[in-house]
């Protein structure tokens, strides 16, 4: 379930940090275990990727701390966040991730 090219939200002082956003909805039936691929043409295979989970309200249909997710690879372009449920737990519906690429 790719995602692709998401526009950056905010800039660092003299533009030098660009933070991205991703929205990823994972699908139904709920399972505990996900790959995402986020595509981003300013990935590369040497990127480091700083993620993090995004802005939400409380009135959202999932909160993150439900959920642990990292980086578990990088291609040009793309990379990929495995989302895991906590405690087993089958997860489904909208996350919201930022992430900075350095």
């Known amino acids: ?38 595509n981003n043409v300013a990935v590369t295979v040497a990127s480091n990727i700083i993620i993090t989970s995004g802005v939400f309200a409380e009135s959202d249909e999932n909160f993150p701390r439900a959920i642990d997710f990292a980086v578990t690879a990088r291609t040009a372009g793309q990379f990929t966040l495995k989302i895991v449920g906590k405690d087993g737990t089958p997860i489904s519906g909208v996350y919201r991730f930022n992430y900075i690429l350095g």
């Open 1 to 38: 379930m790719p995602i692709s090219n998401p526009p950056p939200v905010s800039s660092g002082p003299g533009g030098s940090t660009t933070v991205y956003e991703a929205t990823v909805t994972l699908p139904n039936p709920p399972r505990n275990e996900y790959d995402v691929t986020i």
